[in-house]
């Protein structure tokens, strides 16, 4: 199953696109998710060593089972003000 | 009130927003693009948002500052985009009946937006640019 990957800021940049689809088990959990996105980005990896995701608009834990057709967002340490 | 926008904040727009004859106490937070960090020259910023999350997380925040404080009034803005030196990035301003817990609830709200609420920013220098390190949230995922 897929699920939709959406990249922000230095993460966006360095992937040069703001979304992507990653192919996943089921059964595969956000914190294993980290893995395949350093499979298919890897000059991302350094970065995913301190990184954010969410679901539906809110942080989620690294615990999280992924369902097909999940939004899932990663985002780099927050800097807004 | 809560808005990101790609134009100028209007201090103006957000104090209206807060007219209210049962506060006696307004207090107005404005963060702007400062010309030095690090050592280094900024000469101008950029914000990117992830807009959907960040308008979610800020009316948590107001909903928080509610709960704490007897908040009549509470705006809250954000800029995206390119700013230059000296443009207000972010904005805040409670209304409350008393001074006290006007300035408590717009610390607590600054704060908190700092350490929740996904934006981003990139600062420009004579020389290059770089993405500013930022906060990893507590629920973020720390490998």
């Known amino acids: 199953m897929k699920v ?6 230095q993460l966006r940049e360095l992937a040069e696109c703001d979304e992507a689809e990653i ?11 980290v893995w395949l996105v350093g499979e298919r980005f890897p000059n991302m ?12 608009n809110d ?9 097909e057709g999940n939004e ?3 985002l780099p340490p927050i800097s807004g003000g | 009130m809560i808005e990101l926008i790609s134009e100028k904040i209007s201090v103006d727009k957000i104090l209206n927003n807060l007219e209210d004859h049962s506060t006696g106490a307004v207090v107005l937070f404005l963060g702007r693009v400062r010309d030095h960090a690090n050592g280094r020259q900024v000469t101008r910023m950029a914000y990117e948002a992830y807009a959907e999350m960040a308008h979610k997380k800020m009316q948590e925040i107001e909903d928080e500052v509610k709960k704490r404080w007897p908040v009549q009034k509470i705006a809250m803005m954000h800029r995206t985009g390119e700013l230059e030196l000296g443009e207000v990035s972010v904005a805040i301003a409670v209304a409350c009946p008393h001074r006290k817990e006007a300035f408590q609830a717009c610390q607590f709200a600054i704060d908190t937006l700092k350490e929740t609420v996904p934006i981003w920013k ?7 640019e770089a993405w500013v390190e930022g906060t990893v949230p507590d629920s973020g995922i720390t490998q």
């Open chain 1, 23 to 33: 192919e996943i088990k089921e059964g595969t959990k956000i914190g294993d998710l």
């Open chain 1, 4 to 9: 939709t990957l959406r990249l922000f800021g």
């Open chain 2, 122 to 128: 990139k600062e420009q220098f004579v020389d290059g």
């Open chain 1, 72 to 74: 899932v967002s990663l």
């Open chain 1, 59 to 67: 942080y989620a834990s690294k615990e999280t089972v992924l369902n």
């Open chain 1, 45 to 56: 990896r350094q970065h995913l060593k301190v990184v954010s995701f969410s679901i539906d």
